[in-house]
C-alpha cells in the first residue's frame, strides 16, 4: 500500500472508530502536549487513509490518536501524517494497529484485550500459536488478556481506569476460582466465580487485601481441603476457614492460612527437604575431585547428622 507525507489540519481528521483505546489519561495527554510545544510541533507523523465516505480532504485515523488529539487541544494548523492510498483491508486492520502499537508503544492492558478480541473474530481463530503470531503477544499474555476480556464491564472499568489491576483478577483466578471449582465442589456452587471477585474486591478496599501475593496462600488450603476429604465432593474440616476468608470481608488471607494450614504446609516443605537431603550430600560425595574435598563433605555430614541426634533426643 503506497503512502505519501502531508501536512494536514487536525481537524480533518477522525478518530478510528475500531481503535481499542477508549480512554486516555490526562497526564499522558498533558506530558505530550509540554512535549510537542517545546518541540515546536508533532515530529512523528500520525498514519491515516482519505475518508471513504466524507468529503475530499477528510481522513481516519489508523495510527496516532494520542498525537492527533493534543495537536487539537493545543490548536495547531497543521500535524505531519503518512497518507495511505486507501482504508486497509478489515480483517487486518486491527492486526496493522496493534503491530503498530507492539513495536511503538504499547496499548495498556484492556485496550489490548480489546484489540486482541477483534483478532480472534476477524481472523476467526482462537489458536494460541496462531494469534501469538499475529500479535507478537507470548500465550501467557494471550491467556490473561482473554480472562479479563470475560470479566463484567464494571470490572472491566476498573482495569481500564487503573483503579485495579488486572493482575489483580489474574491472581485470583489461578489461586482461588480456579482451584475451587476443581477442588471443592460443594464450596464451589456456593461461592460462584462472581461472587468471589466481589468478596476479594471488597477486601481489597477494606485493606484486608494489602498484596496480591497474598492469593497464592489460598490455594494450598484448597488442595489440602480436597486432599484430607479424599475426593472434590467429600467435605473437610478446612472449608469453614475457607467459607470464612469468602465471606468476612476483614478476613485476611494470612490469617486463615496461619490458622489453617501454615503448619502442615512447613511441616510438609521439611520433610521434603529432609528427605532430599541425603540424595545431595551423596551427589557431592560423587563429585569430590580428591580427598580433601570428600573428607569436608563427610566432616558436613557428621555435623548435620550430630545435630539431628541431638534435636531428636532433646524432644523425644
Known amino acids: 500500500m503506497a503512502t505519501q507525507l502531508k501536512d494536514i489540519p487536525p481537524e480533518q481528521i477522525q478518530s478510528n472508530p475500531e481503535n481499542p483505546r477508549m480512554y486516555f489519561r490526562e497526564s499522558g495527554l498533558n506530558k505530550l502536549a509540554e512535549s510537542i510545544e517545546e518541540s515546536g510541533g508533532v515530529l512523528v507523523p500520525v498514519y491515516v487513509y482519505p475518508d471513504p465516505d466524507g468529503d475530499a480532504g477528510q481522513y481516519i485515523l489508523v495510527d496516532g490518536e494520542r498525537r492527533w488529539r493534543t495537536a487539537l487541544r493545543l490548536g495547531l494548523e497543521s500535524v505531519p501524517a503518512l497518507v495511505r492510498d486507501g482504508p486497509p483491508d478489515p480483517a487486518e486492520n486491527i492486526v496493522e494497529m496493534f503491530n503498530i502499537h507492539k513495536v511503538r508503544e504499547d496499548w495498556e492492558d484492556m485496550p489490548t484485550a480489546r484489540a486482541l478480541q ?11 500459536d496462531e494469534l501469538k503470531q ?17 470479566l463484567p464491564k464494571g470490572q472491566q472499568k476498573l482495569i481500564e481506569e487503573n483503579k485495579v489491576p488486572m493482575n489483580f483478577f489474574v491472581e485470583l483466578d489461578r489461586n482461588v476460582i480456579k482451584p475451587l471449582g476443581r477442588s471443592r465442589h460443594v464450596l464451589a ?28 496462600k489460598v490455594k494450598p488450603i484448597i488442595d489440602r481441603a480436597a486432599r484430607d476429604a479424599g475426593g472434590p465432593d467429600e467435605p473437610s474440616d478446612l472449608d469453614p476457614f475457607l467459607r470464612q476468608l469468602f465471606t468476612e470481608s476483614t ?23 529432609a528427605q532430599q537431603l541425603p540424595r545431595a550430600f551423596a551427589q557431592l560425595l560423587g563429585r569430590a575431585g ?27
Open 189 to 216: 456452587k456456593e461461592f460462584t466465580p462472581a461472587k468471589l471477585r466481589k468478596s476479594f474486591l471488597s477486601k481489597r478496599d477494606t485493606g484486608a487485601l494489602k498484596d496480591l501475593i497474598d492469593l497464592r
Open 134 to 150: 499475529l500479535t507478537g503477544l507470548s500465550k501467557e499474555q494471550i491467556s490473561r488478556y482473554r480472562l479479563i476480556l470475560e
Open 251 to 273: 478476613a485476611t488471607v494470612d490469617e486463615i492460612y496461619d490458622a489453617s494450614v501454615a503448619f502442615a504446609v512447613e511441616s510438609d516443605k521439611l520433610a521434603e527437604q
Open 290 to 316: 580428591n580427598e580433601e574435598e570428600r573428607e569436608k563433605i563427610l566432616g558436613q555430614l557428621r555435623s548435620t547428622r550430630d545435630a539431628l541426634s541431638a534435636l531428636l533426643a532433646e524432644h523425644e
Open 118 to 128: 477483534e483478532v480472534i473474530d476477524r481472523k476467526g481463530t482462537e489458536d494460541p
